[in-house]
Every structure is written in C-alpha cells, then in structure tokens.
C-alpha cells in the first residue's frame, strides 16, 4: 500500500513500446480526492498512454500508478473497484443489447442484482436511451454508442472516474450533457481524471490542468493559476470615435505598439506584454487626442497557454 | 485467510459470470443455431439416404454409430473455431477489451471463461450429434443395441473437443485478426496435421503425436477397426496404415487439450491493448 492522501499517484512512469524510444519519459502527478484534472496535450505526447497504465491495459517499462495507494499494474483487481474508465473509443458486441452489457458489468463490480435493474434505468435515462435498452447495438449510431460507453462507465457509482476524450462522437447536446454530468459527480465528491483536446471543455470543467508534451509533463496547476502564466501582449481598445486609416496608423506609430488590428468593431494592439508599456501605450493615446473608452487585456484562454508552450517546447518564436 | 477467501470467491463468482456472459455471446450470434442444425441435419442424411436409395443400414448398431459419426470431426472442428477463433483475438480487435481488461477482475476469469464457454458449446453440439445417433440407433436396432462402446466414443469426442478448443483458442491469442485466428486454428486442424499424419504414414512413421491422428479413436473404439480401444503397443496396423493406440490417443489429445489451454491462458492475461 502507498499513501492514500491521493485518489491517483503517477510515479516516475516510463514507457517504451520499442526499445529506447521513450512515450512516456519520468511522468509523475498526483490528483487529491474529490479533484477533477484535465490531462492535456497533442496527438502522440502520451496521454492515452498513461490512462491505459493506469487502467492495467498496459504495464509501464518502470514507474508505478497507484490508485488509492494500490499499485494497479501488481493489484489490478483491487485497484480498479473504485474507478470507472472509459477509455479511446471502445468497440461493442454489435449482437447484445445495452441491458446485457451493463447486466454484465454490474455483476462485476460486486452490485446487487436489484440494484443492477434499478440502476441500469437511472443512467440509460441520464445518457437519453431508455427506449433502447433492449435494442442490438449493431443499430446504434457512434453518438449513442459513446453515450452507452459513459453510461456503463458510471453505473457502479465509482468513486473514482478516468475518461480518455469523453466527448469524442457526441453532438454539442451530448457534450453539454457530460459537462454537466461531470460537474454533478464532482459535488457528489467523485473524483475525475479527464484527457481532451478540447482547452475549452477542460477550462470550463477542471480545477487543475496537467500539461503533457514529447513524453514529459511541463505543467500542473488550476486552471486559473496556468492563465496568469500566460503573459498577456494584446490590449483590446474601444473608442468612442470611429477610427479613420489615418488613426490607426498614428497608433501604430506609437513606440512599442508592434501591431494593430481590426477586429468586429474592436482595436486589438499587439505589445511587448510588460504593465508599464502598456500604461505609456494609453498615456499616449490619451494624449493624441483619441477618445478611448475602454482599454483592457484580452482574456487569457488555456488555448493561449497551450499554444505559448508548445511553441516555447519546440523552440517557435 | 478470510480476505484470501474471499479473493478466490470473486475470483469464481467472475469466472462463472464470463462463462454465462460468453455464452449468451454464443447465442445471441446465432453461430451456436447454426452448428446445432448442422448436428441434427447431418445424422439425419445419413439415416434417410439409405432407404431413399434402396440401400440398407449398416448390420450392427456399433457399425451403423461409425459411419454416421464420420463427419464428427469435421463439426468439432468448425465449433471449436467458431466459438473458440475469435475468443481473445477479438477484444482486441474490435477493442471492446478496452472496457472488459479494465474491470476490477482478473485476467484469468475472463480467459478460462472465454475457454470455458467456447468448450461448453462445442460439447452441445457434440451431445446434439450423438443424441440424434442415438435416438436412429434406438429405432433402427432397439434400445438394447446401444453399446458401451458408443458411450466410449462420445467421451472421446469430448475429449478430442478439448484439444480442438485448445489448439484455436491458443491462436485466438496470438493472432491479431479474428479471421486469421480462426482460419489458421480450422486449416490446421483439417489441412495441415493430416496432410502431415498421411505424408508420415507414407514414409511409414506413425503420426503418434499429431491430435488430428489420434482423433481416429472415437471411431476406432466402435469397433470398426482392428485397432484402438484395448489394443496394446503403439500402434496397430490396419492395411498397410497406421491406426493410433486408445491410451496414446487420449493422452495425446489430453496433452495437447492442457499444455495449449495453459499457454494460451499465460499468454491472453499477458497480452496488452497496445
């Protein structure tokens, strides 16, 4: 047993499927119960890597993950009681109906057989697909079949879930629906580990976001904390003139103004992100006679944070 | 002792949910209704071709159960792959292991179950195909006519079953294709070890070792033959061929049955969602 403070501790992970060629390269994290955790990065950084270890499907090279302090890989059995994992796109056996498949996992997990029936209606209802209870999956379409796949990964009340790209197939209905459910099962003191590549579902969802890029994890914090790591280099400018050509060029003759845009009405101008130059930029402004009505930093998405690290790793200016 | 206890308790109650969960796969691909018919339509012809031809039924019971059970084999082996081709193979494949490999249960209770159910089946049908070879025996020679000897036989081709499973559901574990699993596991079974057991036999070195030779035993012990059932040595030869030895034949098949279900079983709980 490993301490217990964490509903899941990633520790010094490695894996390599071909010698030397290192996927995941010293990975460790921690998330506290009750947490929800976004896992981030592009295509091939590691991510669905780490939730299969974390889910016994695959054995790292070195390096352990524990679940409530139980070593998966050594324990699966005991570690997985708690957790529901709904991982890539499962398949499905086109020939059982989702009463059977969710039956199936029920038993599974130690539920009993009223509470399976019981149950089984509750979260058919919660994914809209009571009617089709008894119906073959081979009729299903990706949409449903994904909702099917969220439905037998929260059957068992876990305590713990790990969803690997959640909203993958679903229409914008569907994933508002899995937000919403994600933030019911967290009042509900579920913990959550969730990988997307969608910033914005994470941003609205997590409380803290792990950042993975080439094999390695380049940051961990809230979601908030990860914003203000941003620097900001954009003001969005309002006036309550309308700016002529001429004005804008006058704007972008102001020293430190490196770029000025229109957008949807709106100024938008590029600087150095420092405070002070961005107080002499409206000093300057003010004093050309133009007319602002407001001026404040463009907000910060974790998109921007995404895209200043990934260029950073990789060396873009 | 009582948490150890209790691990093994799950550990059955998983076991016998997989057999009960893979089973009802079975039935509801209707792949088990096909192979039942073809248990019943085969033994059928064999009992109303003769007279529709103006031909007679074999003299004895035992004589009239060997010829009906001549496709036997045949449908053993096409409800081995059947059942058994695509048991582990196809988790993987159609990745629906992604959702069964990471429930709280051992690999092991998945895999024997998968072994298990695709056993079970195969037994129905076989017990379908004596049922019906009997119940002709029953009317064509009376009650009384069905021998110890018959009951021999359907012990053997439970027996023989156990290897055919065994020897499919190991490429079921290796293999990462469905069709691959299932077509390799059938042609050896048909193709390939008696192309080999006829070649040896040829260069007149009994085939002792291949399951498929051995399998000649559920025949063998109605009689039919001079080998087999009670014969002693290695091998008895009839018309210039070999016949396989009863007691080398059944360890032959056992063997291959539990070295092949073992390895598969270590391989499958190793096998990884890569």
């Known amino acids: ?317 | 002792m009582t948490s150890l206890k209790n691990d093994m308790r799950t550990d059955i109650s998983h076991l016998f949910l997989n057999i009960r969960f893979e089973l009802k796969k079975h039935l509801n691909r209707k792949r088990i209704v096909l192979v039942v018919a073809l248990a019943i339509a085969l033994p059928i012809l064999f009992y109303a071709i003769p007279p529709l031809l103006g031909g007679d039924y074999a003299d004895t019971a035992n004589a009239f159960a060997s010829t009906n059970l001549g496709f036997i084999t045949l449908l053993i082996v096409i409800s081995g792959a059947l059942f058994a081709g695509d048991a582990v193979s196809g988790e993987f494949e159609k990745k629906t292991g992604l959702t069964l490999f990471s429930t709280p249960q051992r690999r092991t209770s998945i895999n024997v179950g998968k072994f298990a159910a695709a056993l079970l089946a195969t037994w129905f049908v076989i017990s379908v195909y004596y049922l019906v070879t009997m119940l002709e025996i029953a009317q064509i020679f009376g009650f009384g006519a069905i021998s110890v000897e018959f009951g021999m036989s359907f012990m053997l081709a439970l027996i023989y079953a156990a290897s055919v499973v065994a020897v499919i559901f190991f490429f079921s574990t290796i293999m990462k294709g469905t069709i691959t699993s299932t077509l390799i596991g059938f042609f050896l079974l048909m193709l390939i070890l008696p192309i080999i057991a006829g070649v040896l036999q040829f260069a007149d070195v009994e085939p002792w070792f291949l399951v498929t030779y051995s399998s000649d035993v559920m025949t063998n012990v109605l009689g039919t033959s001079t080998g087999g059932f009670g014969s002693s040595g290695p091998a008895q030869r009839i018309g210039g061929g070999f016949s396989p030895d009863f007691y080398v034949g059944v360890g032959v098949m056992l063997a291959y049955a539990i070295s092949l279900f073992l390895i598969g079983i270590g391989l499958a709980n190793r096998r990884k969602m890569e």
């Open chain 1, 1 to 317: 047993m490993h301490t217990t403070e964490f509903a899941i501790e990633i520790e010094n992970l490695e894996k390599c499927y071909v010698k030397d060629v290192k996927v995941l390269d010293d990975v460790s994290f921690t998330v506290k119960k009750g947490e929800i955790v976004g896992y981030l990065g592009p295509n091939g950084s590691g991510k669905t890597t780490t939730i299969k270890i974390l889910t016994n499907l695959l054995s790292p090279t070195s390096g352990h993950a524990y679940i409530n302090g139980i070593d998966v890989n050594k324990n699966p059995k005991e570690a997985l009681k708690p957790v529901g994992a709904l991982i890539e796109v499962p398949g499905i056996y086109d020939y059982l109906t989702p009463h059977d498949v969710l039956r199936y996992h029920g038993k599974v997990h130690g539920m009993e057989k009223d509470k399976i029936d019981a149950r089984i209606e509750e979260v058919l209802k919660t994914v809209r697909l009571s009617d089709w209870e008894h119906k073959k999956l081979g009729a299903f379409s990706t949409g449903m079949q994904r909702r099917l796949a969220v439905a037998t990964t929260i059957l068992h009340e876990p305590e713990i879930l790990i969803l690997d790209e959640p909203a993958i197939g679903l229409d914008p209905k569907g994933m508002k629906e899995i937000r919403d459910m994600l933030k019911q099962l967290q009042r509900e003191g579920t913990t959550i580990f969730l990988s997307s590549h969608l910033l914005n579902e994470v941003s609205d969802t997590c409380d803290k976001v792990i950042f993975l890029d080439q094999t390695k994890v380049i940051a961990y914090d809230t979601v908030e904390n990860i914003k203000n790591m941003v620097s900001v280099k954009r003001i969005e400018a309002k006036f309550l003139d309308q700016l002529s050509t001429d004005d804008l060029d006058r704007i972008g003759a102001i020293a430190s103004v490196n770029e000025v845009e229109v957008a949807n009405g709106r100024i938008h101008i590029g600087f150095d992100g420092k405070p002070e130059t961005s107080h002499q930029i409206l000093a300057k402004l003010i004093s050309s006679g133009f007319r602002v009505s407001s001026y404040a930093p463009e907000t910060v998405s974790l998109e921007d944070f995404y895209v200043s690290i990934m260029s950073d790793e990789r060396g873009v200016n």
